[in-house]
């Protein structure tokens, strides 16, 4: 099968501010990812790694620096008006915080009408009413008339990021970009919509991009797992063994250095020095300072992802057959 949207060599670079600046801020390089239809890939990664970067790039909110991004195998940015209209009908994004992405003075019948007509036409009547209960249906928030009048203050941090799918929903999207979509969330409802999440992904073949700090919830909803490093990706692989089986050192270090092993925040503040600086990165692995198995190699050469096995790739020369290759060991005992 073909994916329904695949970004190639997609680089976001941000022009620093300053009197004559000529820096960037490397936020994203050169990363490929493919969505396809009825299947889940986790994004993770700590902060400031370029995670909503990537899915700001894919919802098309601002443009690429460069790279493609093909819809159905077609280039995507290439835009016509026409074609920029269809391509966020079928490209819906949803925000971690609901409350933020729902205007206050409105209802929910509002946000939902409102997407209804601009995606699906000016329903009228009772048409408008059954399109706003298949909605309201679809998310869980029912019986529809305990919902459909209410404000988002008069509605809990999930029934809000219910609305919010809906509304995404009403675009009837082929994917959906998830931005961290439990992370405001109480710990006890995470899973229930991670759970509305995955059924959208089974009974609509939605193409999910789920983006997450939290590498336990990619690997129990994801398919597929990329983990990014100071914009780049440097492990991929499917979900189970890329948390069983990390290959990447800063997937080990990541996964294996938690004090508390459900938050990965606190395992990459946890994990030893800073991230690089995205405005003049390290040359080499972008790993590399921070890597206890870092050779000349890692400090000069930008290692590639690479073929490690069963579908997984890793970005470290340590699986690469080159001479001069790091002796890899494990990472918590380095
Ligand atoms: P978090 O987990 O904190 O949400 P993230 O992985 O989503 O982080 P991004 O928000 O994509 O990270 O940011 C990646 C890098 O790009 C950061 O260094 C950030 O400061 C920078 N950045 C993001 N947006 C802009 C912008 N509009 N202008 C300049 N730099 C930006
Ligand atoms: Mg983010």
């Known amino acids: 099968a073909r994916p329904v ?3 190639v060599k997609m680089r976001k670079h941000f022009p620093v501010r300053g009197f004559r600046s000529d820096k960037v801020v490397h936020a994203v390089d050169d990363v490929d990812l493919e969505l ?6 986790a994004l993770v990664g700590e902060s400031g790694s370029g995670k909503s970067t990537i899915a700001r790039l894919l919802a098309q909110l601002m443009p690429t620096t460069a790279g493609q991004i093909l819809l159905d195998g077609e280039d995507a940015t290439a835009r016509g008006r026409k074609s920029f209209r269809r391509y966020v009908k079928r490209v819906q994004m949803i925000f971690q915080d609901p409350f933020g992405s729902l205007n206050p003075v409105h209802t929910v019948r509002y946000h939902l009408t409102r997407s209804i007509r601009i995606h699906r036409g000016n329903l009228k009547g009772a048409e ?7 909605l309201l249906d679809r998310v869980h928030l029912t019986p529809v008339d305990r919902y459909v009048d209410k404000y988002p203050h008069e509605l809990s ?9 809906a509304r995404a929903l009403a675009a009837d999207p082929d994917v959906l970009l998830a931005d961290e979509p439990i992370s405001m969330l109480d710990v006890s409802i995470r899973l229930g919509i991670l759970n509305l999440l995955r059924d959208l992904r089974d009974r609509l ?13 990619a ?11 100071a914009g780049r990706v440097v492990e991929s692989g499917d979900s189970e063994s890329v948390t069983q089986d990390p ?22 503040r946890g994990a030893r020095g800073e991230a690089p600086s995205l405005v003049t990165p390290p040359p080499g692995c972008r790993f590399n300072p921070r890597c206890p198995f870092a050779t000349d190699l890692c400090r000069t050469e930008l290692p590639p992802l690479m073929d490690v096995g069963e579908g997984r790739k890793a970005a470290c ?6 001479p001069d290759r790091p002796e890899l060991g494990s990472v918590l005992d380095a």
């Open 5 to 7: 949207l695949r970004a």
């Open 36 to 41: 396809y239809a009825g299947r889940v890939v």
């Open 128 to 134: 408008m009413e059954a399109a706003l209960d298949e």
């Open 157 to 165: 941090g999930g029934q809000r990021q219910r609305v919010a799918i």
């Open 205 to 217: 073949g939605i193409a999910i991009l789920y983006i997450t700090h939290d590498i336990a919830s």
């Open 219 to 229: 690997r129990y909803f994801a398919d597929k797992t990329l983990v990014m490093y």
């Open 247 to 268: 290959k990447h050192p800063y997937t080990q270090l990541l996964i294996g250095s938690a004090p508390d092993p459900d938050d990965m925040e606190a395992r990459a």
């Open 317 to 322: 020369w340590g699986y690469s057959d080159r």
